[in-house]
Each structure stands twice: as C-alpha cells, then as structure tokens.
C-alpha cells in the first residue's frame, strides 16, 4: 500500500484529502506545519508527497526544496496562489506538479496516481541487463541508472526533468507540442499547465546547454513548441 505525506496547516481540507485518498487505498498522514511536516518527510517512509505552499514555520517553497535535496519521491506542489511566478518557483525549486486551490478531490486522486505509477515503473525496473545508454554529441544519458553526463561531468535531475530529457533524446527531429509533452511525461491533460512543461526545459538547459539563449540539444519552435536536434 502507498504512504501518502498531505502537508497542509488547513485541517478540514487536509481531511477531505485524506479520506478520498483513503478510498483509493492508500495510507495516509497528516502533517500540519512546515516543520513537523519536513521531519516526516526526511525521516518517513512515504511513497509521494503533498505540499500546500503557505505554510506556519517553514514555507512550501522551502520544504519542497529540502526534500528534494534528500528524496527523489513525487512532491504534487498546493496553493490557492494563482501567479504563474509561484507555480515557476515551485516547479523550479523540484515540485513535480502544481495545483491551485480550488480543485476537486477526484482531480488530485487521479494525479496522485499518475505520478505514482509513473514513479514506480521508474524505480522498479531493476534487471541485470547492461544499462541503456544515449550518447549525442557530449551528452550522456544512462536510462537504466538514471543519471546524465555534459561533456563527463555529472549533473542532477529531478525525476520529470530526467523523464522528459530522455523521451525527447529519445525522439529526435521530432517537433513536439508543450500539450503533446504534459500528457506524455505527466500522463494527464494539460488543463492549463502548460507552464510546467516550459519550467521544466528551462531547467534542463541550463544544465546542459553552454549557451541556453543558442541551445545546441533542444530546440524551440516559436508557436509550435520544442524539438531534440541531431
């Protein structure tokens, strides 16, 4: 059974959230600040975590980024904030999705799940075969590890940053829409979420391009959306 981790200092949403998680079959705690709701993160043995944005004692913001810094779990990122600057921010500080408030209890079920489906084949594919490898032009991508190399030096990716690198490396010269993209790395309509997706390639240059205003490996294409180039 999945353990959820709901952070949320509104007690009667975080219960709206727990019971319909619930029905869905999963475990579920409640954490109703910033730092207690931290320490269970850190310290707990949750399968994904839910994030309100304003929150006593330590912020959202902050708390997604500690977490990320130790945990490579789903973090789905809450707030009644609807500025596209916070839901950078958010995503940027290593949220794997956003959602503002309002918005209803079967919406955040089905995202739950996505993530967590999605999550789980990553992590659990653990054969023995040789690990599958991408190599373009200075560029190393291990699928099977899960790690990338610009020009022999490491860098690290979060979960969806690592997801749709690889799904465009892997579909080369192959123009794709930003809807096209939401759907295929985060398994669900776009419903205005498009800002994830150009968050997300935002983050990805500047991790392995020299120069992001000329990128050599992924491609804008003005009123279309983006391509890996040969």
């Not at 205005?192 to 205003?213: P, Q, S």
Request: with cysteine; proline share 2%.
């Amino acid at each position: 059974m999945s353990r959820i981790l709901i952070i949320e200092d509104e007690v009667s949403i975080a219960e709206l959230e727990r019971d319909y998680l619930e029905l869905s079959r999963f475990e579920v705690e409640i954490a109703e600040d910033g730092s207690q709701g931290l320490d269970r993160a850190l310290h707990g043995d949750f399968d994904l975590v839910i994030l309100d944005l304003m929150l006593p004692g330590i912020d959202g913001f902050e708390v997604c980024r500690r977490i990320r810094e130790a945990k490579n779990i789903p973090i789905i990122m809450i707030s009644a904030k609807k500025e596209d600057i916070d839901k950078i921010r958010g995503l940027g500080m290593g949220a794997d999705d956003y959602m503002t408030k309002p918005f209803s209890s079967s919406e955040m079920v089905a995202r739950v799940k996505a993530h967590l489906a999605r999550y789980e084949r990553l992590v659990g594919s653990n054969g023995q075969a040789a690990n599958e490898v991408i190599e373009i032009r200075g560029l190393k991508i291990d699928k099977t590890a899960r790690r990338v190399w610009i020009n022999g030096e490491e860098k690290n990716f979060t979960t969806k940053e690592f997801d749709l690198l690889t799904f465009l490396a892997q579909n080369p010269n192959h123009v794709y829409t930003k809807d096209q993209l939401f759907r295929e790395i985060w398994d669900m309509e776009s419903v205005g979420d498009i800002a994830t997706v150009t968050v997300h390639i935002k983050k990805i240059r500047e991790k392995i391009e020299l120069n992001t205003a000329k990128p050599q490996y992924i491609e804008t294409i003005w009123g279309v959306g983006y391509r890996f180039k040969m």
